[in-house]
């Protein structure tokens, strides 16, 4: 859907704590985290706006956002065990 939102704790609600005590606590998963939403709000934005760009720009976007969200999610896997 177009302009919906994927942050980690809307995708991943079981590990709502998870993430804030990551946020918190590592600096890289903070970094990360931060990049993630940031994509996130921009390609919702382009999104709302009927993407002023490029078919291969935002395929960019949505293909870091991507990466990003399954680093995120081996990063809180990890930390549950």
């Given at each position: ?10 995708d991943f609600p079981e590990m709502e704590e998870t993430v804030s005590q ?48 399954d680093k995120l999610y081996q990063l809180l896997l990890a930390a549950k065990?």
């Amino acid at each position: 859907m177009l302009g919906e939102i994927h942050s980690l704790v809307k995708d991943f609600p079981e590990m709502e704590e998870t993430v804030s005590q990551l946020s918190k606590t590592d600096k890289t998963f903070e970094q990360l985290n931060g990049r993630y939403n940031q994509l996130d709000e921009e390609i919702r934005k382009l999104e709302l706006d009927n993407a002023p760009v490029s078919d291969d720009s935002m395929h960019t976007l949505k293909h870091e956002r991507s990466a990003l969200k399954d680093k995120l999610y081996q990063l809180l896997l990890a930390a549950k065990q």
